[in-house]
């Protein structure tokens, strides 16, 4: 059997999480390590605003290298385009032959990936793609996931869910219309504990502040002085 080596794309959230999780069951997978774009002025996470320590932390517990594409703040899409082709020319000694995502169901994002992979050599993977969310996020609870919300976009959500645990009583606080797993943007995350690790991130929640249009609930390493 050829083996799929496999870059994870990593945003520090619950899907890109469960996906390391489904793929660390897979035998026809070799995880090479995860893949995240930082924002170079914040050095935090892009979109999660997740703190770098707490981003290398995560590689830690899953025992994966970890590659960190930084990028500008703010990014425009040639920028952007920039960074990738530059990550993509660094990693040519690795051997990797795939690279896996956590989308769910939007089709424009995947032909998105799809595209910028063309003439990389890499085959992109979507292994949770059209699982239904509802089922996906009951799923994700009962095997121990431990998240934390990091961001709302108040136009969809309200902002006191930020910083909120996603659990049972998340999901049955949504509104009707937003999905599960926030996969319209309502929300973003940070995985901290979960079968996916081989040991918890110990966190905090700092402060709740609005910036640029959005609600960030600021995470922090428990015990730490930031």
Known sequence: MRMKKTLLSWSSG???????????????????????TVNQTHQRVAMHAVRLVLLEQQAAAAN??????????????????????????????????????GDLFLEDIRQ??????????????????????EKLAQKMIDAGLKTRITCIDPNKLSANFAGREFNQQFL?????????CGENGE?????????????????????????????????QPEGSVL
């Open 14 to 36: 619950k899907d890109s999480a469960w996906t390391l999780y489904t793929l660390q069951q897979r035998s026809d997978v070799e995880l090479l390590g995860l893949v995240t």
């Open 64 to 101: 994966l290298p970890l590659h960190i594409i930084n990028i500008p703040h703010p990014c425009s899409n040639e920028k952007y385009n920039q960074a990738m082709d530059g990550f993509f020319d660094s990693i040519q000694q690795i051997g990797a032959t795939h690279m896996a995502f």
């Open 112 to 133: 998105y990936r799809e595209e910028n992979l063309k003439g990389t050599g890499l085959t992109p993977m979507f292994p949770l793609w059209l699982e239904p969310t």
């Open 172 to 180: 049955d606080d949504l509104p009707d219309g937003i999905d599960p």
């Open 187 to 219: 929300f973003h995350s940070f995985t901290y504990a979960g079968p996916m690790f081989k040991k918890p991130i110990n966190i905090s929640t700092g402060d709740v502040v609005e910036r640029e249009g959005f609600i960030f609930a600021d995470l």
